[in-house]
């Protein structure tokens, strides 16, 4: 078709398009993915993507900002996550198909404004992995030290490019490899086909769940309400006084509420997924936020803000220092080395469904929306993913990444935010029965786009500076490939 560039920027895809594989439920063939999530596992996705990394690691970061007052942080950024919950829920039972916001983006915005959509997708999921990973590193150690008193060398688990005092360090001949070998084997978990995958991950998050309610009870017993004064944190010289601080440190903790976006980067393989979809969203939010509040009260209540700050593996040595013994730690250390193996898991797992959507609509090479027949997983795809999220997890030190993670998931809960109204416009008032945004299509998704707007002035300067470059090379790709290789030219 002959299209003027401004069509071409906004043409949007249509809604039975989007779900073409929706009503489907037949076995896996090398062109699509098969139905084999229920609802159960679907939940555990979310929880498995979303609890972990912010309690297990950003607490470190996110305390030396806000103090004993990182829990109105957790809760603004709960809030913030469940305004946006609402919108996905809506929009996943309109659009039950792989790729999220993406998809949402698709058809109402535009197909430009869906491309920058999957550019703020992948750097969130594929950072959110390493980040993730890196993590993981410091709890197998402190695992290792209390049952064989042995440590991982310090060459094999610090990365080449440290974040410093006087600015990037590069420490030749230093590799963390622990977050290496934790990527190829969720890799390979995930070769093996996505039932076994959700299945395995359930069976991590029950896991999680237990230890973390361990935490809480262990914790609370040298609970000391003299450590939540002052409640908010004083001139540290770093600009994180009072609220800045709370909003800094709900800035960098958000990025761990991206659960909510993986159960509807599964849209296409959920059983029933108009239904289970928006519940799975809801449930996983709300579990999410009852253990964030808990482990954080617990925590700041055992230990001083003070203490926080580089801290490796901080709960194992929270329980370590309560009881003053080391079979605690090891519990939680074990559960951690567990858990975060999910929430790695789960986040590569939605990398990949991304760059299938965006694959399947021929914005980007053919080669990611290949399916295997037999295992129903897109197995060069995941290769990809997984070999650009090791080498990030071994070389790079997660300083640099919290943050952008935290950009990418901000500015992919606005876009779903105004895909609502967007949404139901185009319906025309047919009111389409299935789940709706309470208060009418503006309401929630305008608070919930300023409730976004309001944590991404917590974010750093470097932190714009190289989400532009990332958001510059995304349209630069879109220019060349993506526009004239659009399934969309196809349509007549």
């Not at 960098?252 to 928006?278: H, M, Q, Y």
């Amino acid at each position: 078709m002959n299209q003027s560039l401004v069509q071409k920027l906004t043409r949007t895809k249509p809604v039975e398009h989007t779900v073409e594989h929706a009503t489907t439920e037949h076995a896996p063939t090398s062109n699509g993915l098969h139905r084999s999530i229920g609802l159960f596992p679907l939940t555990m996705i979310g929880v498995g993507a979303t609890i972990g990394t912010g309690i297990f690691f950003t607490m470190v970061e996110a305390v030396p900002k806000a103090g004993p007052s990182v829990i109105l942080s957790f809760l603004i950024a709960a809030i913030t996550a469940g305004l946006t919950a609402l919108c996905y829920a809506e929009l996943s039972f309109r659009i039950p198909a792989s790729g999220s916001s993406y998809s949402f983006a698709y058809a109402t915005v535009g197909e430009f404004a869906a491309f920058i959509m999957a550019a703020c997708l992948l750097l969130e999921y594929g950072l959110a992995a390493s980040a993730t990973a890196i993590g993981w590193s410091d709890y197998l150690n402190n695992f290792l030290n209390n049952a064989f008193g042995w440590h991982i060398p310090e060459l094999l688990r610090s990365p080449m490019i440290v974040s410093t005092a006087h600015g990037v360090e590069i420490r030749g001949g230093h590799v963390n490899l622990p977050p290496i070998l934790l990527v190829v084997l969720c890799g390979l978990l995930l070769i093996r086909g996505t039932k076994e995958s959700a299945t395995t991950n359930a069976i991590m998050v029950l896991i999680k769940l237990a230890i973390l309610i361990f935490f809480v009870v262990i914790a609370f017993s040298g609970f000391d309400i003299n450590n939540f004064h002052p409640f908010f944190s004083p001139d540290n010289g770093a600009h994180y006084t009072g609220m800045a601080g709370v909003t800094a440190a709900a800035a960098t903790v958000f990025f761990s509420f991206i659960g909510l976006d993986t159960v509807a980067t599964a849209g296409e393989e959920v059983r029933n997924p108009k239904r289970n979809v928006p519940i799975g969203i809801l449930a996983a939010l709300g579990i999410v936020t009852l253990f964030y509040m808990l482990v954080a009260v617990a925590a700041m209540g055992a230990q001083p803000a003070y203490k926080f700050a580089g801290q490796e593996a901080g709960l194992a040595v929270i329980l370590q220092n309560v009881t003053g013994k080391t079979w605690p730690a090891l519990v939680l250390a074990a559960g951690a080395v567990i858990s975060v193996f999910s929430v790695t898991l789960v986040t590569i797992y939605g990398q990949t469904r991304i760059l299938y959507a965006i694959s399947k609509d021929g914005l980007i090479s053919k080669s990611f929306q290949k399916v295997n027949a037999k295992t129903a997983s897109p197995v060069q795809n995941t290769l990809i993913v997984c070999i650009v999220v090791g080498l990030v997890a071994g070389f790079v030190d997660a300083t640099f990444l919290w943050d952008m993670v935290s950009m990418g998931t901000l500015t992919a809960f606005i876009v779903v935010s105004l895909a609502v109204p967007v949404m139901r416009k185009k319906e025309n008032g047919k009111g389409v029965k299935g789940f709706r945004v309470p208060f009418g299509p503006y309401v929630v998704p305008g608070l919930s786009i300023g409730a976004c707007l309001y944590l991404m002035f917590g974010l750093s300067l470097t932190t714009y500076t190289i989400f532009v470059i990332w958001m510059s090379a995304a349209i630069l790709t879109y220019f060349l490939y993506g526009m004239r290789n659009s399934r969309l030219n196809l349509l007549k």
